[in-house]
């Protein structure tokens, strides 16, 4: 039959029993042998293990390593642009369509509301004059009034 | 790696340089083959640097680092080819490029007798080693050979710490009697 305590040896040699517990652990190993032979045997384990020596990297990991990076970033660079390529023509398109709209518009509202030259202003300012306009413009008919006269009369 | 995270290439090339051999060896403890320890090593970095935008200082650098390391052993182990490297572990003590592994043991060179004791019982545990289940093998070697708490083991091989617990008591005994198996065998041969 297997003690009871058997299962705390590990976490016990872990540290990691609630301090009550460990205390429990403590006395019980005191007292019972064949829970002191397992804990011993398996700290010895523990011992053996960390006894191996240690590895030296090769001389090429490093180098290796680095290569790998330069490759992955490489790759990666290729990779946006390839991304570029396939995304990108829909950016283009819109920006080429907003640099239309705007060349567009910069140069009609210029045509609207562009400033007046010196002699509408001149025009403007005999406004009065301007509004017998329409008069003045059909004077043309009372100049031509006998030739109008005639037309009525052969008719 | 926060400051790599920013983009300073010095502060991941501090932390490959502080961890890089901690890391091949948990991966040999692993998969019991140097060059491939290596190879494990370098995609556990190349995971780290790809990654960095990704990492969240929730817990130790470390335990990061080796929750990725986990990853990547198990991932490996899942390939056809790390079974074909185990069966021919055992078939010599060379390492791949042909040079005896004895070599790389011990700086300065003891006495050869002492070499091959040394590579013998460093053999033996690592195929004790070898003999435990992923996890339980895990575990130890997280435990044991790189001293981190039940509750960190638990967040690099996902499971609870209960579980870490039984885990780690399991791969003890487990390793314990594997040994004793190989020693015992070893005796009457």
């Known amino acids: 039959m297997t003690c009871p305590y058997e299962t705390w040896i590990s976490a016990f040699?872990?540290?990691?029993?609630?301090?009550?517990r460990a205390d429990a652990m403590a006395d019980h190993l005191a007292g019972c042998h064949g829970c002191k032979a397992k804990y011993e045997a398996l700290t010895g384990l523990d011992q053996l293990l960390q006894s191996l020596p240690e590895l030296k990297p090769s001389e090429q990991f490093e180098r290796t390593f680095w290569k790998k990076v330069a490759d992955w970033e490489e790759n990666r660079s290729r990779r946006r642009l390839a991304d570029w390529f396939k995304r990108g023509w829909r950016t283009v398109l819109a920006g080429s369509l907003a640099l239309f709209i705007l060349v567009f518009v910069s140069v009609?509202?210029?045509?609207?509301?562009?400033?007046?030259?010196?002699?509408?202003?001149?025009?403007?300012?005999?406004?009065?004059?301007?509004q017998q306009?329409?008069?003045?413009?059909?004077?043309e008919i009372l100049e031509n009034w006998e030739a109008i006269a005639g037309e009525d009369e052969s008719s | 790696m926060l400051a790599f995270q920013a983009g300073?290439?010095?502060?991941?090339?501090?932390?490959?340089?502080k961890y890089q051999k901690k890391i091949i060896q948990f991966?040999?403890?692993?998969?019991g083959d140097q060059a491939m320890a290596e190879e494990l090593a370098q995609e556990v970095f190349l995971n780290i640097y790809r990654g960095a935008a990704g990492y969240r200082p929730k817990a130790r650098f470390s335990t990061w680092l080796f929750q990725i390391a986990v990853n990547v052993c198990l991932n490996e182990m899942r390939k056809e080819k790390y079974r074909h490297r185990i069966d021919s572990m055992d078939a010599s003590p060379e390492t791949e490029s042909g040079k005896p592994r004895i070599k790389e043991l011990c700086d300065p060179a003891p006495d050869q007798n002492e070499l091959l004791e040394q590579q013998e019982r460093e053999m033996m545990i690592q195929k004790a080693l070898m003999g435990l289940p992923e996890k339980q093998r895990l575990a130890l070697s997280l435990r044991v050979l790189n001293g981190f708490s039940y509750q960190e083991i638990g967040t690099q091989i996902r499971c609870s710490e209960s579980a870490v617990k039984t885990l780690i008591h399991r791969g003890r005994q487990h390793l314990k009697e594997l040994l004793e198996n190989l020693y015992a065998g070893g005796d009457k041969s």
């Not at chain 1, 009609?108 to 301007?130: C, H, K, N, W, Y």
């Not at chain 1, 306009?133 to 004077?139: A, P």
Request: with cysteine; hydrophobic share 45%; charged share 20%.
């Open chain 1, 13 to 20: 040699m872990d540290g990691e029993l609630t301090p009550q």
């Open chain 1, 108 to 130: 009609f509202q210029g045509r609207f509301t562009r400033s007046l030259s010196p002699e509408e202003i001149i025009l403007a300012e005999q406004m009065d004059v301007l």
């Open chain 1, 133 to 139: 306009y329409e008069l003045i413009n059909n004077l």
């Open chain 2, 8 to 17: 300073n290439l010095g502060a991941f090339q501090a932390l490959f340089a």
């Open chain 2, 27 to 31: 991966c040999h403890r692993f998969c």
